[in-house]
């Protein structure tokens, strides 16, 4: 499943909540990136864009029904 993510989240406390799900979560960006935020590498690279709130908002979380429970503070279900 693929959600928005919501406006002014703290991205500290969002990427904490994704090393608690079991699933793969990856952020895909408006251009066709994929980047898997279990990954540090990825991880590192997600946080040089957050700056730029527009790319982030074109941008979706996917990852499964159950993760999206966890990650509910900060993606629009």
């Known amino acids: 499943m693929k959600f928005d ?20 979560v990856c952020f895909e960006s408006g251009e066709g990136d994929i980047l898997n935020l279990k990954s540090q590498l990825s991880k590192y690279l997600f946080l040089t864009v957050t700056p730029d709130a527009e790319y982030l908002m074109r941008g979706k979380v996917s990852c499964t029904p159950e993760d999206a429970a966890m990650l509910s503070d900060f993606v629009v279900l």
């Open 5 to 24: 993510l919501k406006p002014q989240i703290n991205m500290v406390m969002f990427l904490r909540a994704v090393e608690g799900c079991n699933g793969e």
